[in-house]
């Protein structure tokens, strides 16, 4: 079975400025994708942004970007200029081709004003 | 947009109780999932179902069991109650992916807004 691991049970980063949250996989798999997700406080997990892994090139949402390393395993998300409205609970999550997604168990981001 | 809705945000039961959680999900999506959400833990994943009346265990089915008997719906049921039981209840649902390249398959899961179930 497919693991996620994230190995940062929280971070912290200076409004306006950047942070790097980490996340790795294992597989067989050649073919899948991976995922970010944000769960604000009490409301609702929303999608961040995705990945498909035989893509080569880094997907990037506004201020949120990915580093994709496939030999590696590895996904990072880049928040850029971060606002206080990014603190939140941030979950990497792996699609496999049997079309269950596994989650990793969360990093809780906190924005210092 | 797709909406997942969950039938109780907060819900307060007894030990012993049979508990139903109920998800329903308006954009006919074939898969539809039962997380559990635990401090430290993530998710786990309880049951799944790709279809109407078919189901697959996940990580922790032991103390539950689902339904499935419409698309739109799927429910959660606790069939006695424990107060290891309490928990955060994640309901989601996808598109069914083909594999890479299909429709569907770079679609990402839609969740619900939670159940804060407690179990005194």
């Known amino acids: 079975a497919q693991t996620v691991t994230q190995s940062q049970p929280e971070m912290s980063v200076q409004e306006a400025e950047t942070v790097t949250l980490s996340c790795t996989y294992d597989?067989?798999?050649?073919?899948?994708?991976l995922f970010w997700y944000k769960q604000p406080p009490s409301r609702q997990m929303i999608l961040v942004i995705r990945?498909?892994?035989?893509?080569?090139q880094n997907a990037t949402e506004n201020r949120f970007s990915v580093n994709f390393q496939k030999a590696a395993k590895s996904f990072s998300l880049k928040i850029s200029d971060s606002q206080l409205g990014d603190a939140a609970m941030y979950f990497c999550?792996?699609?496999?081709?049997?079309?269950?997604?596994?989650f990793g168990t969360g990093t809780s981001l906190t924005v210092i004003p | 947009d797709v909406k997942v809705t969950q039938s109780s945000r907060y819900l307060v039961k007894r030990t012993g109780e049979k508990v139903f959680l109920e998800c329903v999900q308006d954009?006919?999506?074939?898969?539809m999932f039962w997380y559990r959400q635990d401090p430290g833990l993530g998710l786990r994943l309880i049951y799944f179902?790709?279809?109407?009346?078919?189901?697959e265990k996940g990580d922790i089915p032991e103390g539950y069991s689902v339904s499935r008997e419409k698309k739109e719906r799927f429910s959660l049921i606790l069939e006695s109650a424990s107060t290891n039981q309490t928990s955060m209840y994640l309901c989601?649902?996808?598109?069914f992916g083909y594999g890479i390249g299909t429709s569907g398959f770079h679609q990402p899961q839609h969740f619900g807004d939670g159940t804060r179930l407690s179990i005194l």
């Open positions: 989601a649902s996808s598109l």
């Open positions: 597989t067989s798999e050649s073919d899948y994708y």
């Open positions: 990945q498909e892994a035989y893509k080569q």
């Open positions: 999550a792996y699609r496999s081709s049997s079309n269950q997604f596994y």
């Open positions: 954009m006919d999506h074939e898969n």
């Open positions: 179902s790709y279809d109407v009346k078919m189901k």
